[in-house]
């Protein structure tokens, strides 16, 4: 099975910037998509960005402009640099990754355990 851990979260200043980082581990045979979803309290998660093994991406319509999600194939690591932050991006932020294992030739997709974003006005 795979293992995900995010890391970067951090209270910054409305303006500012932070970068998050995700890592796989495990029975990895591929990983096909990688991405980054948040979830802020009282409201549903949501798609924040999302990248595949070929190189495209997309963004929801609210970080367009300001964040740029990257990954590294032969580390199975998958970044998001998020820039001009907002006090509305204030949530907890999950990588999630889209891969098959030894044991499952089938992509299924795992979850980490998130990290807290908090941007202060």
């Known amino acids: 099975q795979v293992r995900l851990v995010e890391s970067g979260g951090g209270l910054v200043q409305a303006g500012e910037s932070l970068r998050l980082s995700c890592a796989a581990s495990?029975?990895?045979?591929?990983?096909?998509?990688m991405g980054w979803y948040r979830q802020a309290p009282g409201k549903q998660r949501e798609l924040v960005a999302v990248?595949?093994?070929?190189?495209?991406?997309n963004y929801a319509d609210s970080v367009k402009g300001r964040f740029t999600i990257s990954r590294d194939n032969a580390k199975n690591t998958v970044n998001l640099q998020m820039n001009s932050l907002k006090p509305e991006d204030t949530a907890v932020y999950y990588c999630?990754?889209?891969?098959?294992?030894?044991?499952?030739?089938?992509?299924?997709?795992?979850w980490g355990q998130g990290t807290q974003v908090t941007v202060s006005s």
């Open positions: 990248i595949t093994s070929g190189g495209g991406s």
């Open positions: 999630n990754v889209e891969a098959s294992t030894s044991s499952s030739w089938r992509p299924y997709d795992y």
């Open positions: 495990g029975s990895i045979f591929s990983i096909s998509a």
